[in-house]
Each structure stands twice: as structure tokens, then as C-alpha cells.
């Protein structure tokens, strides 16, 4: 389940994968819950067109940057 904070960044994949924009690329961060605790993911991709330059298929990344970004919350802790 997308963690409620990040509710907005849902909607605009979702908006990403509805638009008809061929110069169009997708990268954007969100947090999920799952059994294991909330994990962070970024995620990168781009709509592959055929000849009629209608999608075809979407091709991306998504990586999990939870050990990431909590290094990086502990290191700014220590900085302040």
C-alpha cells in the first residue's frame, strides 16, 4: 500500500501513464508499506511508441533506496 503522504506522487505516475506525450519521461520517489515495514522506491521509466506513435508499453526501474535514504536522515541527525 502507497503510504498516504505520498498519495500525490501516485497520481501523477498514474497521470504519466494516461498522457500522450512522446518526449515524456517519468522519475519520481514514493514510499510503500509492506509486511516488512515501509520501504522507499524510485522509480524511472518511458513510454515506448510504435509507428503511429500510440503507446505501446512502458519501459522503467524501480529501486529500493530505503537504506538510502535513512543513511541520509541519520546523517543529517548528526549534522544538527
Excluded: M, Y
Aim: no cysteine.
Amino acid at each position: 500500500a502507497i503510504v498516504e503522504a505520498d498519495r500525490a506522487v501516485a497520481e501523477r505516475i498514474v497521470a504519466f501513464l494516461h498522457r500522450n506525450d512522446p518526449s515524456d519521461s517519468l522519475e519520481e520517489t514514493l514510499r510503500i508499506q509492506t509486511p516488512e515495514g515501509e520501504k522507499t522506491i524510485r522509480l524511472k521509466g518511458v513510454v515506448l511508441r510504435h509507428a503511429a506513435d500510440e503507446p505501446e508499453r512502458v519501459l522503467g526501474v524501480d529501486i529500493d533506496v530505503t537504506a538510502q535514504v535513512e543513511a541520509e536522515r541519520q546523517i543529517q541527525h548528526t549534522l544538527d
